[in-house]
């Protein structure tokens, strides 16, 4: 079992930024890929970002791509999400989300353990 739990969500304005931290425990963090979704009122769950296990690749979601930075650190078993440039578009809760996969994980189904999620909130 893996626990994750996300924080840094909040509310910021648009064009503003904001840091998303997510802290993994349990198993082994580093031999799991790791990404963020999320989940706007009314509309199913979307990919964000992801990354591998070593942190040598990432993919993102076209939506995001230039404004959305996913990192990890293994020592500190924790993955990050740095958001810049933010949208109203973007407001959504916020998931991370831990894979078995070697390859790049996009779809929720690649995922077996979840956070809680985090609220984002983009004023305009």
């Known amino acids: 079992q893996v626990q994750l739990v996300e924080s840094g969500g909040g509310l910021v304005q648009a064009g503003g930024s904001l840091r998303l931290s997510c802290a993994a425990s349990g198993r082994t963090f580093s031999n799991y890929g790791m990404g963020w979704f999320r989940q706007a009122p009314g509309k199913e769950r979307e990919f964000v970002a992801a990354i591998r296990w070593s942190g040598g690749n990432t993919y993102y979601a076209e939506s995001v791509k230039g404004r959305f930075t996913i990192s990890r650190d293994n020592a500190k078993n924790t993955v990050y999400l740095q958001m810049n440039s933010l949208k109203p578009e973007d407001t959504a809760v916020y998931y991370c989300?831990?894979?078995?996969?070697?390859?790049?994980?996009?779809?929720?189904?690649?995922?077996?353990?979840w956070g809680q999620g985090t609220q984002v909130t983009v004023s305009s």
């Open positions: 989300a831990a894979s078995n996969f070697i390859t790049i994980a996009t779809t929720e189904y690649e995922y077996d353990y």
